[in-house]
């Protein structure tokens, strides 16, 4: 072999060396680093919302749009937590099979747990070119929420109902009886949303330890109103006392009730839509 073929394989050696050395930094070592930040996000011990206390669950609204279209969800007492996402599903007519019904639904990952409260407006229904379509017969819906510490993950799936009424005077219940208003004519009918909130509002003059799960709230933009309503909630507590966390001016009221232990009912009188939280000996 002359020595000018011998420099030729030499060259094409190398260039052959560099070019396996670039696409081991360019792919594969750059790759590992990604894969390891990852496994990183990922949970290694997946537990119940159960095996949080009350007191650091975070607090949950679903508030309905005038129309019936939007749900406001609204978080609060987040900061226990590294990440919080959730998805809040349902089942809506098929616009495209009539008498049958299709899951629809929307997910939360951009939930900063550093802020006091995580607000976001969810459309029931598609948009196409800022034409909105709103679905109907809204029923069966959930929120479950993934909440993640350190490599835990806690997962909870909690129960919401969309019901209309006012015009005139009528009984709302939740699909599961926990809670029942019999509301009076309000002028007009309002969307309201009865919910699991999962957690508890700040501020409570009660010990939280105290509290009876689930606790329900009943979530509307209708006014105070116009006459008391009555109240049902299913209590399996002892002695029990009510307390309602007033969502538009933020305050708490002890609310006088009464205590059916046949039945495991609490009743009362309110005078607005609210958060309802009963304490007792279990």
Excluded at 9 to 24: C, D, E, P, S, T
Excluded at 109 to 135: F, M
Excluded at 190 to 210: E, H, Q, R, S
Excluded at 256 to 269: C, H, N, Q
Aim: glycine share 8%; no cysteine; hydrophobic share 40%.
């Amino acid at each position: 072999m002359d020595q000018s073929k011998k420099n030729t394989y030499v060259i094409a050696a190398v260039v052959f060396v560099a070019l396996l050395v670039g696409i081991y930094f360019l792919f594969i070592f750059k790759k590992g680093p990604s894969q390891i930040k990852s496994q990183d996000n990922q949970a290694t011990d997946v537990k119940q919302i159960t095996d949080i206390e009350l007191a650091k669950r975070p607090y949950i609204t679903l508030t309905p749009t005038s129309d019936g279209a939007e749900v406001i969800i609204s978080i609060e007492n987040m900061g226990a937590f590294d990440r919080i996402e959730y998805e809040l599903t349902y089942q809506a007519d098929n616009p495209t099979s009539p008498g049958t019904k299709i899951e629809r639904g929307a997910t939360g990952t951009d939930i900063n747990t550093k802020d006091p409260k995580y607000k976001k407006d969810i459309l029931l229904g598609t948009a196409s070119r800022g034409v909105r379509n709103p679905d109907t017969g809204v029923t069966e819906g959930k929120l479950a929420l993934h909440m993640f510490k350190g490599d835990t993950q806690y997962d909870s799936q909690t129960p919401w109902d969309l019901v209309s009424a006012g015009l005139a005077a009528a009984s709302i219940s939740d699909r599961g009886n926990n809670i029942t208003l019999k509301l009076p004519a309000l002028g007009k009918n309002y969307w309201i949303i009865l919910a699991d909130t999962l957690g508890i509002p700040k501020g409570g003059t009660f010990d939280v330890k105290n509290v009876t799960l689930p606790v329900y709230g009943a979530f509307s933009i209708a006014p105070t109103f116009p006459s008391p309503v009555n109240l049902t909630l299913k209590s399996g507590a002892a002695s029990p006392t009510l307390f309602a966390y007033n969502l538009a001016d933020q305050t708490w009221q002890k609310v006088d009730s009464t205590y059916a232990s046949a039945s495991k009912t609490l009743t009362a009188t309110i005078n607005n839509f609210a958060t309802f939280v009963v304490t007792g000996s279990k």
